[in-house]
């Protein structure tokens, strides 16, 4: 089936440590896209990538890195720097050039230990 | 991209129809509406996008006031998985400007009810 797989489910981070989330797509759809989600709250765009090799800032990128080496990878690490990490990041994929929407993954929940 | 509007809460007698409402009176007209539903610890499952005509597909359907400033999100037959919060996005679908970025507000959470 095609769709979208992020891993881990759930991670735990130690302070001072940078963790990496994974996130797949077999839709092959150019666009990927980092989300985070507080609790009651909506989702905020981290960071996003039209085409393999670039990417763009979104709303709360401080404190949050990715690369788009392929197609079909977009993996978000979460530095040190990003003081209050403990969300619900989702990763979506769509296919550019159209009103293509967004299909997103299962999200993985990060907590700090 | 154009606000939403749509009511906190709802609730739907299983077996019955769930119409929830979307107020977007600022759309413009290359902006489309999209519905996203979430469940509780899930990603968020696309539902269905219209842009002035009615749309219907597998999930639900969708009408679109003809000034456009309005619409709502139908669910035929709800049954207890279909509960969640539901959310009406505009956003413009074409053009180099654009991100295809998604501005989620709080939605509408639906309570299907046996």
């Known amino acids: 089936d095609g769709g979208i797989t992020q891993s881990p489910k759930y991670l735990f981070r130690k302070e001072g440590q940078n963790v990496t989330l994974s996130c797949e797509q077999n839709?092959?759809?150019?666009?990927m896209y980092w989300y985070r989600q507080d609790p009651g709250q909506g989702l905020r765009l981290i960071y996003y990538?039209?085409?393999?090799?670039?990417?763009q800032k979104g709303d709360i990128a401080e404190g949050y890195s990715v690369s788009r080496e392929k197609k079909e990878s977009f993996p978000l690490t979460v530095t040190s720097a990003q003081k209050n990490p403990t969300a619900f990041y989702l990763c979506?994929?769509?296919?550019?050039?159209?009103?293509?929407?967004?299909?997103f993954g299962d999200g993985t929940r990060l907590s700090i230990l | 991209d154009a606000k939403t509007t749509q009511p906190t809460s709802m609730d739907c007698a299983e077996g019955r129809a769930a119409n929830l409402p979307c107020n977007h009176s600022?759309?413009?007209?290359?902006?489309?509406v999209y519905w996203y539903r979430q469940i509780h610890s899930q990603g968020p499952q696309y539902i269905i996008h219209?842009?002035?005509n009615n749309e219907t597909n597998e999930m639900a359907s969708l009408i679109i006031t003809e000034d456009r400033k309005s619409s709502t999100l139908i669910l035929p037959h709800a049954t207890l998985r279909d509960t969640a919060v539901y959310y009406c996005?505009?956003?413009?679908?074409?053009?180099?400007?654009?991100?295809?970025?998604?501005?989620f507000g709080q939605g509408t959470t639906l309570q299907v009810k046996p």
């Open positions: 979506a994929s769509r296919q550019m050039g159209a009103a293509g929407a967004q299909h």
């Open positions: 839709l092959n759809h150019d666009a």
């Open positions: 990538s039209q085409i393999v090799n670039d990417f």
């Open positions: 600022t759309i413009s007209g290359n902006e489309y």
């Open positions: 219209g842009l002035k």
């Open positions: 996005i505009v956003r413009v679908a074409h053009g180099s400007s654009n991100t295809g970025k998604l501005i």
